[in-house]
């Protein structure tokens, strides 16, 4: 370390935060509103330090300009201060701590007592460790990027024609032979034209990724030998994840990443991502010292009011960031506007939401943070999609977010999977899920998009996995099999785990087949979960968040062709299709110019009963009945082009059958069809069946635990 006079350094600005070259020099800016003195480490490439001492403060932003500081330049910080753990206040300036506003990150978290703030065992100890922590925790880079965007341009894929394909950045072509060695399980092989051909040729409309703001391994699993694998400990907001680059961590990575969403752009893929603002990676009292904590812990997080010295815990990662302060809720919305300005993606889904919308303790949806996204010209214009729920009493939100955001409808989920794993299942809580969850986003004005529905996703088992293995197989992660999801409405098909007997076999997979022909011809934005469309396994295991390794990368050389041919048609179907992806909810109204004498005319939404006949009341409340048919008007879809015309499509009627026989259904006569064709049906392994099946209106049998798609046919 030199002295620090070594360089010069100018006032320079409080504004904006961050290291921002301006061509000859950086300025630097750091928020921290109890630090008493605040020195700039500036590292050279052997790792010297230069410690420079900041002097201004404006507004408790202390900054600095530095003439000849260039990008590619490491730096940190420590700041002085007190260190008194009981009244919430953590300053060690023997940790070296990574600018919040830092556009790339270097090197990685060694597991080292350095790391931590406090000595040895003594967690709520008055004395601060005093061990230089800077080997062993990673540093900011100082960026400056041109990068040529030429003519990219938000996609701005309306939601009723959004399909989402949830990703992982690494484990998507880590195993992928027609991505080169050297690009696998980074953001160039995700742009790369055998990974992107995958995409567009199933036809997914946005890949939505699992975090690649920068993040660090938790201790605990370091002690292991494991690594947060899917990223949800986030350490820097604005930094490109460096492990997920393969030009290197000096700030490429910020290039590579504009990269890939160029690509995607260009392939008509919008880019999402999974952001972590609920919580960050220094986790509760005991974990280590990177950046927040020590820059100001009672600034950045929600301290617990009895003791100070523990945190608010609404995530179950050990903290909570406060974003009642102002300083965290402009970090939260700076991050944003900069991934969608420089950054060009088109949305983001936001990781434990509720956590964010406490004001007090409470859940609140007109908190500052729901109100700032939706007056910022920016963020209010990107897809916003809210997990909604977090591990706090009151956190399970679904439905309760305000407009113009969207949900991860959890309640959508557990009905699919109640259907099919043979559980009781209201038939008006199905019917409410196959069209747009109305019960839950009409009340506010919010559109049947606001519903995002998925059957599985990174969290639990994969769909294979859903309908081969009863019970979790979590061993590899160290916990005893304690960790991960214990209810996962699902079934084994009879047998637990890898089995060859063949009609086991086949039934597990008319079993994905149903999951997927639901999801797809639901109303409302489907998401898929990568490699559900091959049919990937975690061999069991619903909690794969530690192990990267094969038993979460994509297997490219065990693709079922079949169930990949076959979801690219469900996909090709519903995009050619705007009944199947209504944009307003339907209203079940009779139609005008459908009547027939003695018989009235058809609905835009209609139910029947296997009779034949719609349903009654008592049929709406019936939890025994395992058929159910579901009609969808063509001609009243209140969908309209670009240019104002409204859109006409094919009327259909959708079979949903779910119990262990075979079922006679009556198809119903005019006025709802003069004949019907089979388009697609579950039996069969790609979903076609084997010859065009036109039949009269009638008795029919549909097979065991099966899904019709019929298209309605009408004399001219």
């Not at 898929?528 to 909690?543: H, W």
């Not at 779910?658 to 006569?669: F, K, N, Y």
């Amino acid at each position: 370390m030199t002295e620090p006079a070594a360089l010069e350094v100018w006032p320079g600005s409080p504004a904006p935060l961050g290291a921002r070259w301006d061509g000859t020099g950086t300025n630097f800016a750091l928020w921290s509103a109890g630090a008493q003195a605040v020195d700039l480490c500036l590292f050279d490439d052997d790792g010297t330090e230069h410690r420079q001492r900041l002097e201004e403060s404006t507004h408790q932003v202390w900054h600095g300009r530095i003439s000849g500081v260039a990008p590619g330049q490491r730096y940190g910080y420590r700041v002085h201060g007190w260190y008194d753990p009981a009244a919430g206040l953590r300053y060690n300036p023997a940790k070296l701590l990574l600018d919040p506003y830092a556009h790339a990150v270097d090197g990685g978290l060694v597991l080292d007592p350095a790391m931590f703030g406090y000595p040895g065992d003594a967690v709520d100890s008055t004395t601060p460790d005093g061990r230089d922590s800077a080997p062993v925790v990673p540093r900011g880079v100082v960026t400056h990027d041109t990068f040529p965007w030429g003519g990219d341009q938000p996609l701005r894929t309306s939601w009723s024609d959004t399909v989402i394909y949830e990703l992982h950045v690494r484990g998507a072509t880590m195993c992928h032979p027609g991505v080169p060695a050297a690009l696998r399980g980074t953001y160039a092989g995700l742009a790369h034209p055998a990974f992107l051909e995958h995409l567009t040729s199933l036809g997914v409309t946005a890949v939505e990724l699992l975090p690649v703001h920068h993040f660090v391994s938790e201790p605990h699993l370091m002690r292991r030998g494991l690594t947060n694998y899917w990223g949800y400990n986030t350490l820097g907001y604005f930094a490109p994840h460096a492990a997920y680059s393969s030009a290197g961590s000096g700030g490429g990575q910020v290039t590579e990443f504009k990269t890939m969403v160029k690509e995607l752009h260009a392939a008509g893929i919008e880019v999402i991502l999974d952001v972590v603002y609920n919580h960050t990676a220094e986790g509760d009292h005991t974990g280590p010292t990177l950046s927040f904590k020590g820059i100001d812990n009672p600034g950045y997080y929600r301290l617990d009011a009895g003791n100070p010295a523990r945190y608010t815990d609404y995530t179950g990662c050990g903290n909570t960031l406060d974003v009642r302060r102002p300083p965290v809720l402009a970090l939260l919305m700076d991050s944003l506007r900069y991934w969608v300005t420089e950054m060009h993606v088109d949305g983001f889904r936001f990781d434990l939401a509720s956590a964010l919308a406490r004001s007090m303790h409470d859940v609140d949806r007109l908190s500052a943070f729901f109100d700032v996204v939706h007056q910022d010209p920016v963020v209010s214009q990107v897809k916003l999609i809210a997990e909604p729920w977090d591990v706090g009493p009151g956190g399970y939100q679904v439905g309760n977010f305000p407009p113009p955001w969207t949900e991860w409808n959890g309640r959508y989920r557990d009905t699919v999977r109640d259907v099919w794993s043979g559980a009781h299942v209201g038939v008006r809580d199905l019917a409410y899920r196959l069209t747009g969850s109305s019960d839950l986003y009409r009340s506010d004005g919010r559109r049947p998009f606001a519903s995002i529905n998925f059957v599985t996703a990174h969290d639990g088992f994969t769909m294979a996995d859903l309908v081969s293995y009863q019970g979790k197989r979590n061993e590899a992660n160290g916990e005893g099999n304690r960790d991960g999801e214990s209810h996962n409405r699902n079934w084994n098909c009879g047998v637990e785990g890898p089995t060859d007997d063949p009609d086991v076999v086949a039934l597990r997979a008319r079993q994905v087949r149903n999951h997927l022909a639901t999801l797809l011809l639901s109303t409302g934005v489907p998401m898929l979960t990568a490699g559900d469309e091959f049919g990937r396994t975690q061999q069991g295991n619903n909690n794969a968040y530690c192990q990267d390794n094969e038993l979460s990368w994509m297997d490219w050389k065990a693709v079922d062709e079949d169930l990949l041919a076959y979801v690219t048609r469900l996909i090709d179907l519903r995009r050619k299709a705007p009944a199947l992806r209504q944009e307003a909810f339907f209203e079940g109204h009779e139609l005008p110019g459908t009547e027939l004498p003695g018989v009235g005319g058809t609905r835009d939404l209609a139910w029947f009963a296997p009779s034949g006949g719609q349903l009654t009341v008592a049929d709406w409340f019936d939890t025994g009945l395992q058929t159910l048919g579901m009609y969808l008007d063509g001609r009243a879809v209140r969908l309209r082009d670009p240019h104002g015309r409204r859109l006409v499509d094919d009327s259909w009627l959708v079979w949903l059958h779910a119990g262990p026989e075979p079922v006679t259904v009556r198809l119903p006569g005019p006025p709802w069809g003069d004949g019907y064709e089979l388009v697609l049906s579950t039996e069969y392994a790609t979903g076609s069946p084997p010859r065009t099946a036109v039949v009269a209106p009638g008795p029919i049998e549909i097979p065991s635990r099966c899904v019709w798609l019929m298209r309605i046919l009408r004399r001219p």
